[in-house]
């Protein structure tokens, strides 16, 4: 027996989140002067995407690709046999994700948005709707792309920002029915479910939820699709948060929760800590459906777009999931920081989730009006006051309707990512810090608007100007309360 997870007991302390691994390789980190920092986001266009990681100190941009490899994943990739066909490498790997997910068929692709890709064209026609917990970006461009229409259909408490709700990833079972009747089961290209929702803050399904939405896609044989780029998480909070699985292996959660599934794919830059990505199933005509698009835009069938050092790690990143120890550890850090930003009465999404901490812009600067993106400019305002970067997560990652008007975002959210195993705990309460500094001088911080507004997926490479001398402002009080501390 050894110890579980990271939610060790502290005598007498507050609950503290252990690293159960130790560190045995570093990177050196700079944090400049704020006018330093104030040059970096006003050449980035105060679109964080656009920095320059020698500007940045704390990197809390995405988990994508980001989180640390363990010393396995790291020693396998010695032993990746190089081969446009037929690969050892490829087997390792197919042989993991069989075990894992419990499909017999694997296609790998380069990373996850390229299985969206595949996905989208050999299931989705013109004029039909895919019912989903919630969209992701990369997912409905995509969607859309090929003629199809995402139907968002979370219960009434998923975007609530504060709530004890254990499961707001959840697809309300009602409005799916209501989807059938409204269109015919003909029009449902497929229902997916996407683990530990990512742009509503991290939020798992629960298993029950799986089971009663699979149910109804077999009475309308429909397809299932399971979006699992965050599924050890989801596990994870299913073993902490649903009384069944208290006993239950992640291995077994894992196992059941795909069985429900007809297709699973996903970002291996999350879920294993790697790159690339796949789509598995067990279905051979869903299989033969996509194999010959996955040559086409990835690469051979034994590669899919990814070096055979990356499907390596992959292989055992995909292992590495079923391991409690390993999957606890950023929504340990996650919850950590959460809890204490919401004592402090920062709003902040609650209960915590998988992926990053996340504050509720519109709560914070409830002075800057949607349309000035406050999300946008918090972002800003924090890295220019701690060189942490983080990600917008609202309007200005939304786009605009026929008119012109920017479709305002559901919520507006900073997303603070926490890549598995990267950031000690002295560098999370650096970020509780500075993220109440920036509370309570809120007033101060002003909106953005654009210079620079590509057509699609804007967020990526769009740019930003403050639409008053705010920054300047807050760089004033900042000095006035630090001193030369920077
Ligand atoms: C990141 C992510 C993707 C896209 O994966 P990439 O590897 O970044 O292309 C798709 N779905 C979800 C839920 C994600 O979090």
New binding site residues.
């Given amino acids: 027996m050894t110890v579980k997870n990271n939610n060790i007991k502290f005598y007498k302390g507050e609950q503290i989140p252990i690293e159960l691994h130790k560190v045995r390789i570093v990177q050196k980190l700079f944090l400049k002067p704020i006018e330093e920092r104030k040059e970096a986001i006003d050449k980035a266009g105060y679109n964080t995407f656009l920095l320059n990681t020698k500007d940045i100190f704390l990197d809390m941009l ?1 988990d ?2 980001t989180n640390a490899m363990s010393d396995n994943q790291i020693s396998s990739m010695l032993q990746a046999d190089d081969a446009y066909a037929g690969s050892q490498s490829f087997y390792r790997m197919e042989e993991a994700l069989r075990e894992v997910f419990g499909k017999h068929y694997v296609l790998p692709v380069h ?6 890709n595949i996905v989208s064209q050999a299931f989705i026609k013109k004029g039909d709707v895919i019912p989903m917990n919630y969209h ?1 970006t ?2 409905k461009a995509h969607m859309e792309l090929n003629g199809g229409k995402v139907l968002e259909i979370f219960g009434d408490d998923a975007l609530q920002i504060k709530s004890d709700k254990p499961f707001k990833g959840n697809i309300d079972i009602n409005k799916l029915k209501d989807i059938y009747k409204k269109y015919g089961k003909e029009k449902v290209a497929f229902v997916r479910m ?5 742009l509503i803050g991290g939020q798992p399904f629960s298993m029950q939820n799986m089971r009663d939405v699979k149910k109804i896609c077999v009475e309308n044989g429909t397809m299932m699709v399971l ?1 699992a ?2 599924i050890g998480e989801n596990a994870y909070f299913i073993k902490q948060r649903e009384q069944e699985f208290k006993d239950t292996t992640i291995k077994d959660i894992l196992l059941e929760m795909c069985s429900y599934a007809d297709l699973v794919y ?5 879920v294993s800590s790697t790159r ?2 796949g789509i598995v199933t067990n279905s051979e005509e869903l299989y033969l459906k996509m194999r010959d698009l996955l040559v086409l835009y990835e690469g051979f069938l034994t590669y899919g777009g990814m070096s055979v050092r990356e499907i390596e790690a992959m292989a055992v990143g995909i292992q590495e999931t079923c391991d409690e120890t390993i999957i606890s550890q950023s929504p340990s850090f996650i919850a950590y920081a959460v809890t204490q930003l919401d004592k402090a009465g920062i709003p902040v999404i609650t209960p915590p989730g998988a ?1 990053g901490c996340h504050l509720d812009a519109k709560g914070i600067l409830s002075h800057v009006p949607q349309q000035e993106y406050p999300a946008g400019a918090l972002a800003a305002a924090l890295f220019l006051v701690s060189g942490i970067r983080g990600m917008e997560r609202g309007t200005v990652s939304s786009v605009r309707d026929e008119e012109g008007n920017d479709i305002l975002s559901d919520v507006e959210l900073l997303r603070l990512a926490f890549p598995r195993r990267v950031f000690t705990l002295s560098q999370t309460m650096y970020v509780i810090d500075r993220v109440k500094w920036l509370y309570d001088n809120r007033e101060l911080v002003g909106g953005l608007e654009w210079t620079e507004e590509p057509p699609l997926l804007r967020f990526f490479m769009g740019r930003l100007k403050p639409k008053t001398n705010w920054p300047e402002k807050l760089i004033a009080k900042f000095k006035k309360d630090f001193g030369d501390s920077l």
């Fill in positions: 995405t994508s690709g990373q996850g948005r390229a299985a969206e992701f990369t997912t996407e683990a530990s929702t990512n979006d780029s965050l996903f970002s291996s830059r999350k690339g990505g992926l």
